[in-house]
C-alpha cells in the first residue's frame, strides 16, 4: 500500500487550487492548508491560519511539523519566497511553487518557449522594491514571480521545483471573467479592443493544471517546468469557440493603438515548449479538443 503522503498547500482555496487539493485527498494524503483564514478549506483537510508574509506568524504556525511536500499556490514576491525558504528550510522533501507565462513577458519568440530562456539563477533579486504596494504588485507580476524563483533557486533549501502555468481555461468557477468578457460582447454587440496585431498563446485547462500540479507533487524532477497545452491559440479562435455558443452571436473587433485592450488580445507571443514536461511523463492535452467544453463551463453558470 502506498504510504500516505504529508502535503502542506499555501492557498489554494479556489479555482484549480481547490481541484488539486481534492486530487490529494483522493489520493490519500494527509493534507493541510494554510491560509490567511479568510475562507476554510474543503473537508477533510487540516488547517493553519497565517499571514505568509509575517515571519514569525508563519513559523508559529507551522510550529514542528514536517511536510513531504509543500505546494504554493500563492507565492508572488521575493520577499515571501525568502520568507517560505527560512520557514521550510529542513522541513520539507519537496517544494513546488505555482509560478506563470508571464515570466518570459520579455521573451517574444516567434517560436514556442523553452524553461531556458529564464534562468532563474541568472535572475536579480532585489527586496527593496515595493513589494507590499499592491499597485506595483500587479504592474510587476511577472518580475515578482521571476524573482521568487530566483531566491528558491540560487540557495536552495529543499528540493525546488516552480511550474509556469500558461492561461487558465474552464470551470464554472472561473473568477477571472476573462471568457464572460467575450460572452458578455458577442451577447449585446458590444466591440471587443484588441491592438493593430494580435499573437497567440498557450492555454491549459483547469483541471489539467490541477493534474499537473498533483502529478508534479509526486515526482523527483526540479527547476522550472512549462504547464501548457499543445497547440496555440489565437484571439479569432477563441472568440469563434465562445460564439459558437451563443446562437447568432460575432464577435465585433475595435482596434486600439493604445488603450486597453480585452483579456487575451496579446500585443506578443506567450507560447511555452511543454516539451520538458512530456519527457517527464505527463500526457498534455490540445487544446483545439478542450476549448469547446471549457467555453461551455463558463457560460452554463449564466444559463
Request: hydrophobic share 40%; charged share 25%; with cysteine.
Amino acid at each position: 500500500m502506498k504510504k500516505a503522503r504529508e502535503v502542506l498547500v499555501i492557498g489554494g482555496n479556489r479555482y484549480f487550487g481547490k481541484r488539486l487539493i481534492a486530487r490529494l485527498v483522493a489520493a490519500g494524503d494527509r493534507v493541510t492548508v494554510l491560509n490567511r483564514g479568510s475562507s476554510a478549506p474543503p473537508p477533510g483537510v487540516a488547517h493553519l491560519v497565517a499571514d505568509r508574509d509575517d515571519e514569525r506568524a508563519l513559523a508559529e504556525a507551522v510550529g514542528t511539523r514536517v511536510f513531504d511536500v509543500v505546494l504554493d499556490q500563492v507565492c508572488y514576491t521575493p520577499r515571501q519566497a525568502a520568507v517560505a525558504r527560512r520557514v521550510f528550510a529542513g522541513r520539507t522533501g519537496r517544494y513546488v511553487m505555482t509560478s506563470t507565462v508571464e515570466v518570459y513577458e520579455h521573451e517574444d519568440s516567434e517560436k514556442l518557449v523553452p524553461e531556458g530562456a529564464v534562468d532563474p539563477a541568472a535572475v536579480a533579486v532585489d527586496l527593496e522594491l515595493p513589494w507590499d504596494e499592491p499597485g506595483f504588485l500587479e504592474s510587476h507580476y511577472g518580475e515578482g514571480k521571476r524573482q521568487a524563483e530566483a531566491v528558491f533557486t540560487t540557495d536552495p533549501a529543499f528540493p525546488f521545483v516552480s511550474v509556469r502555468v500558461a492561461h487558465v481555461l474552464g470551470g464554472d468557477d472561473d473568477f477571472t471573467g476573462r471568457l464572460q468578457h467575450y460572452a458578455d460582447r458577442i451577447r449585446t454587440g458590444a466591440p471587443v479592443a484588441v491592438p493593430p496585431v494580435t499573437h497567440p498563446a498557450t492555454y491549459i485547462h483547469v483541471e489539467e493544471i490541477a493534474d499537473f500540479l498533483f502529478w508534479t507533487a509526486g515526482e523527483d524532477f526540479t527547476g522550472p517546468v512549462n504547464a501548457a497545452s499543445h497547440g496555440l491559440l489565437a484571439l479569432d479562435g477563441l472568440s469563434t469557440a465562445v460564439a459558437a455558443q451563443l446562437p447568432g452571436g460575432a464577435a465585433v473587433f475595435e482596434v486600439t493603438e493604445s488603450g486597453e485592450v480585452s483579456p487575451f488580445a496579446f500585443r506578443r507571443r506567450y507560447g511555452m515548449d511543454n516539451s520538458r514536461a512530456t519527457r517527464l511523463g505527463f500526457t498534455f492535452g490540445d487544446v483545439r479538443q478542450w476549448l469547446p467544453k471549457a467555453v461551455a463551463e463558463t457560460l452554463g453558470k449564466d444559463d
